[in-house]
């Protein structure tokens, strides 16, 4: 299987068994953690864009922005309760509760905040808060999640009116997994009036078929795949029949920074800029 689906494969896996659960593992709030270990990239963006990076000792192998946060060899999709213990870590971020990783470090009297995939920008904006009031830096996240809410505010505005939503189709890989209008990604879309083509699947991460997409003929392609999996417009329009697809056909093929495209922290504003700047080059 290729590594970007195996990945995709298990965030959605984990995606589904946390379904319905909030952030219920929260650590006592007595103590100020000064040993903060990050099991989760958007966790590890959150706690910096916060002013809490100071704190933090150790963060899992695919967290790697900032580029000065203190990366391991932690993995947050196949955790290790023992190694996480070996940090000495007085608050653990995950996003995953990948078998049952939080139950065990509890048994170790390990304080864990649990800080699933957002939905919407609302658990966005609840994470932020949540880990500014876990960590003392309740001024801060409040700072953080208003200027995150004025700046998408101001995104918005600049925007075309149209009389329908324009549809897109949101590359995850290669072998077409993309995302429905139902996902955090498809939220943000949404504030710039885009619909995705995958809407009719019964999964939020529905593995299409290159047929369907050309077939469903998307006014703009976004390529979340771009690092990964080298695609890029080129790549695109010398697939098979994809030449006559409205948004190849058009130019409407945007390359987009994977890590930027696969996490609800602070730089989901850097996302809907990137989208927005797309949609307004659609002739209204």
């Known amino acids: 299987m290729h590594r970007r689906t195996s990945l995709i494969a298990t965030l959605v896996a984990a995606t589904l068994a946390l379904t319905g659960c909030g952030s219920t593992a929260k650590p006592a709030e007595s ?14 963006e959150m706690l910096y864009a916060i002013g809490a990076g100071k704190q933090v000792t150790a963060v899992d192998d695919q967290s790697n922005h900032p580029a000065d946060a203190p990366k391991s060899d932690l993995s947050g999709f196949k955790p290790n309760a023992e190694a996480i213990a070996g940090r000495n870590p007085d608050l653990v971020v995950v996003s995953y509760d990948t078998d049952n990783i939080v139950g065990q470090l509890k ?10 995939a957002a939905k919407t920008l609302d658990d966005t904006y609840r994470e932020l808060t949540d880990l500014g009031r876990l960590t003392g830096h309740d001024k801060e996240a409040t700072a953080v999640v ?30 077409y997994y993309s995302t429905t209008s139902r996902t ?20 939020d991460y529905p593995q299409l078929s290159a047929e369907s997409v050309i077939k469903a003929n998307p006014d703009l392609i976004f390529l979340a795949d771009t690092k990964c999996c080298q695609q890029s417009p080129a790549t695109v329009r010398a697939r098979p029949g994809w030449a006559d697809v409205t948004a190849v056909k058009n130019d409407r093929v945007y390359n987009l920074d994977d890590d930027i495209a696969s996490r609800w922290g602070p730089r989901t ?16």
């Open 31 to 44: 103590k100020t953690p000064q040993r903060i270990v990050s099991l989760s990239p958007t966790g590890t």
């Open 269 to 284: 504003v850097d996302l809907l800029r990137a989208v927005a700047d797309a949609v307004a080059k659609v002739p209204a």
């Open 184 to 203: 955090f990604v498809g939220s943000v879309l949404a504030l710039a009036g885009l619909t995705s083509i995958a809407d009719s699947a019964a999964d």
């Open 146 to 175: 208003t200027r995150m809410k004025s700046d998408i505010e101001a995104v918005k505005t600049r925007l075309p009116q149209r009389s329908k939503p324009l549809t897109y189709y949101w590359e995850l890989d290669p072998t």
């Open 107 to 116: 048994q170790l009297k390990i304080p864990v905040y649990l800080a699933p």
